[in-house]
């Protein structure tokens, strides 16, 4: 699995098709964050999980195996979206990780290597059983400089 293909693949599909993209982005929606340890996602899959659409006033995302720890189900037919994970073990190690699929060794240093790991996350809208959702807390306010970068993404051209 070529992950950085398929990343790319995936923002150039979003942007050919046009202003929603930066619509997702500024909709309000608060960071992706996941549901299971409550932390936002970080860089590229804030934008990978802005682009998904399945994020329907709920923008908390966990894995199947997260859902199925707590007792919920991920509903059959269900796509995920992909998210990456950047993990630093040691350079033996980094090649049984190479091995899986969803894993790539980026950089390979003395006794350790940097190894970029692929997730399928899937939104709560997704997922059956999970117990009632935290009120959402207040919206987090857009820098001006990323609001001004996101709106000129709208502009035709």
Not at 23 to 45: E, I
Not at 50 to 78: D, F, H, K
Not at 93 to 114: M, Y
Not at 118 to 127: I, M
């Amino acid at each position: 699995m070529d992950v950085r293909k398929i990343i790319t693949d995936q923002i150039i599909a979003a942007m050919e098709a046009g202003p929603p993209l930066a619509q997702d982005l500024v909709s309000g929606q608060g960071l992706a964050t996941n549901y299971f340890t409550s932390k936002p996602y970080h860089g590229v899959n804030q934008v990978l999980l802005g682009m998904a659409g399945q994020c329907q006033g709920q923008n908390l995302w966990l894995t199947y195996r997260q859902a199925q720890s707590i007792g919920a189900q991920v509903r059959n037919g269900e796509q995920g979206c992909h998210v990456i994970k950047m993990v630093e073990v040691d350079r033996r190690q980094a090649e049984r990780e190479a091995a899986k699929e969803g894993a790539e060794v980026i950089a390979q240093d003395g006794h350790k290597a940097l190894v970029m790991k692929v997730y399928t996350v899937f939104n709560v809208n997704q997922v059956d059983g999970l117990p009632p959702l935290p009120e959402p807390g207040p919206k987090r306010q857009i820098a001006p400089a990323v609001e001004a970068v996101i709106l000129g993404c709208k502009k035709p051209g």
